[in-house]
């Protein structure tokens, strides 16, 4: 099978499933809140991870870990007492189901026909808090975060950046005033994220219990998980450049074989990692089930399945029926040349199979 | 000396059976919600291990996965259908701060809830105390609950993979506690009804891509045979009357106690000092909860009880793999700390 849905989750790196069997073995195991011995050795691992994803992060603020993104986002936006929201209409149903709930009467800033928030759009007097993501999960645009943080900070607003798509290959948002990120995203683990948060910021928890993570979030930590998550962290520091190289050249080649694709999103304000292409009449449900043997999706994995076209595409002004054609084709440092070749190849097979098109 | 980890209700170690699920899990790393193949295989081994769960615990209603039993503890406190009505005092941190006004339904010397108020609500008690080990009442207790159409919330942290789950509406528990790792747990819900939906993965109850490899881990470590019970309830037995004759005492010593945790006094030494001691001398022992350790606060728990003693109190939990060496190792070291 070839993998191209690197939005959806990524590869395990081996250097992080390699981390985390230490704490898995025999000896390795520890509450790294219990005060002896090995938990204090439980608990250096936790804080070497914390140290290596704080690398992938702004300067000035505390690494909080929790379950992943989704409890991320929960905690920053119902922990921070905001009343009045403001979202951008192309956000992760994380937030923009967290936002509705918190604020029946959330602002929804609107994207261009790019996929991208204008900095200059007016923040409604008395929001609270304002979430755009750095890079979008459905179509990879990146968002002018540092100016929609001043924006935001102008306007009286905290700003939250879901970073999990950008994470690891993009310098970090450094104007936010709390950043969630995921692991499974760059190579780490499923179950465990983090919450950065900016020093001085308060936060009410959504998690009691024993008082973790400075009582912002209870529950036993994971040495096993942390230090995956660390390790997955240090790799995205230590091959950044390489990894980002090898992403622009499997870009080149993606738009090559689907040239004859309309492209969803701006092609220069994105992460080169997401080719969301569409293709007048096609049928997106055929398509996958006639092409087993490639990875790839139609949205975000979570709505997929759904039946409902993409709340993205529309907020790009695309119509049900043109949304409904759409593909998503995510690839990184595991893909090789050769999987998109043979991807393309199968794909173009399938299509053609549709007839008319 | 080898050292000797007496703390087995902080963290037991990861069973090997779960260390191999764990590891299968690692390979079938697609997202469980992506329709394609991959995703699809991920998904089938996610619904298998919600089976596993729920055949290896009894349990007939429905599995919510969660990050650990604090976080089925908050989705249950804060989205349960029913007001809280009532709950222990001897309670976990990750229920009493949901509580606020609720009623605090009170314990005797010993450590047993005692009914008494409305239990009309959610009312919310442990099968087991993770400090003192006392087996709660639960299934009469459900009873009460029912009579006044309210639903029962246990939170079976350290019960759950041990003993038998109680006859409740709602039960909380937790991977690392029997054998499967940390990061993962659950939420038992005898009925969908009882709680609000929040969106997302777990049939909309739990929103975040799911652990599939924690899942897998937990139910490999639940299906672990449990007969290594009937040899912790011997080597208890033999620490309580090692305890005993050095002039120690036995916290919750007639009532109904799990054989894997014991609370036991050190007269005129404090609890703080006995675990500086043990510590050198490579044991691993707890005053009360890993969460609390360290704060100087008296156990709750035991102040519930009106156990005068609290602050020379410390809690020793015996797992799979403890020896009866270590046992004896551990009443030589206490003798030799009490002085």
Not at chain 2, 90 to 97: D, Q
Request: with cysteine.
């Amino acid at each position: 099978m070839i993998y191209l849905d690197y939005q959806a989750t990524t590869p395990l790196a081996p250097e992080a499933r390699e981390a985390m069997l230490r704490w898995l073995s025999e000896d390795g195991f520890a509450n790294p809140h219990s005060p002896h011995r090995p938990g204090r050795a439980a608990a250096a691992a936790v804080e070497l991870a914390r140290e290596q994803v704080a690398g992938l992060l702004p300067p000035g603020g505390q690494v909080i870990f929790t379950s992943g993104a989704t409890e991320a986002l929960n905690l920053a936006i119902l922990g921070c007492g905001a009343k009045r929201l403001a979202v951008s209409a192309v956000e992760h149903a994380a937030v923009l189901d967290t936002a509705r709930f918190a604020d029946p009467d959330c602002a929804v800033l609107p994207v261009s026909s790019a996929g991208l928030v204008d900095p200059s759009t007016p923040i409604p007097a008395g929001t609270g808090l304002v979430a755009v993501m750095q890079v979008n999960n459905e179509i990879g645009t990146i968002q002018p975060v540092e100016g929609l943080a001043e924006a935001a900070h102008a306007a009286g607003a905290l700003f939250l950046c879901d970073a999990v798509q950008g994470a690891g290959k993009l310098t970090p948002p450094a104007s936010a005033d709390m950043i969630a990120i995921s692991a499974h995203k760059l190579h780490g683990p499923k179950g465990i994220g983090a919450l950065w948060v900016r020093d001085g910021l308060e936060l009410a928890p959504l998690i009691h219990g024993g008082g973790q993570e400075h009582g912002l979030r209870s529950g036993t930590l994971s040495p096993a998980l942390c230090a995956g998550f660390g390790a997955a962290a240090a790799l995205c520091t230590s091959l950044r450049e390489s990894d980002g190289r090898h992403v622009e050249n499997l870009w080149d080649q993606a738009r090559a074989l689907f040239a004859d694709w309309t492209l969803n999103g701006s092609a220069d304000q994105r992460w080169h990692g997401n080719l969301n292409l569409r293709r007048e009449g096609l049928d997106v449900a055929r398509l996958m089930s006639d092409c087993r043997t490639v990875a790839f999706s139609a949205g975000s994995a979570c709505a997929s399945g759904s039946g409902r076209p993409s709340h993205v595409l529309r907020a790009l002004g695309l119509s049900d029926r043109e949304a409904k054609t759409a593909i998503r084709i995510g690839f990184g440092r595991y893909t090789r040349a050769g999987d998109l070749e043979r991807a393309a190849a199968a794909i173009h097979a399938a299509v053609g199979a549709q007839g008319a098109l | 000396m080898p050292p000797i980890y007496l703390d087995h209700a902080a963290t037991t170690p990861l069973l090997p059976a779960a260390r191999e699920a764990m590891l299968e899990g690692f390979a079938l790393w697609a997202n469980p919600s992506s329709p394609h193949k991959a995703g699809r295989a991920a998904r089938a081994a996610l619904e298998a291990a919600r089976g596993r769960v729920k055949a290896a615990l009894g349990w007939q209603g429905e599995v919510i996965f969660t990050s650990g039993a604090s976080e089925a503890l908050a989705v249950a406190m804060t989205r349960c259908v029913q007001p809280i009505a009532a709950v222990s005092a001897v309670e976990h941190e990750a229920v009493l701060r949901w509580t606020g006004d609720a009623a605090r339904l009170p314990v005797d010397g010993e450590g047993r809830v005692l009914t008494e108020g409305s239990l009309a609500g959610l009312v919310a008690v442990q099968q087991v105390n993770n400090e003192t080990g006392v087996i709660q009442p639960l299934d009469e207790l459900a009873e009460a609950v029912r009579a006044t159409g309210g639903l029962l919330l246990a939170d079976c942290a350290q019960s759950a993979g041990k003993i038998a789950l109680p006859a409740a509406d709602m039960v909380a528990v937790s991977a690392h506690k029997f054998g499967g790792p940390i990061g993962v747990g659950a939420l038992l819900v005898r009925d969908w009804a009882m709680l609000k939906p929040t969106g997302g993965q777990e049939r909309g109850y739990r929103g975040g891509t799911e652990n599939l490899p924690g899942a897998l881990a937990m139910a490999a470590a639940l299906e672990a045979p449990r007969d290594w019970l009937e040899a912790a309830a011997r080597l208890r037995q033999r620490l309580d009357d090692g305890i005993l004759a050095a002039g120690g005492e036995i916290i919750a010593q007639n009532a109904l106690r799990l054989p894997t945790i014991a609370g036991y006094r050190m007269p005129g030494r404090s609890a703080n000092a006995q675990l500086i001691r043990f510590d050198g001398m490579g044991i691993a022992v707890s005053a009360g909860s890993a969460c609390s350790s360290g704060s100087l606060k008296a156990s709750p728990v035991l102040t519930a009880m009106g156990y005068p003693h609290a602050g020379e109190v410390i809690r020793v939990s015996i797992g799979r793999e403890t020896m009866e060496s270590e046992i004896d190792a551990f009443l030589s070291a206490w003798r030799e700390i009490r002085g």
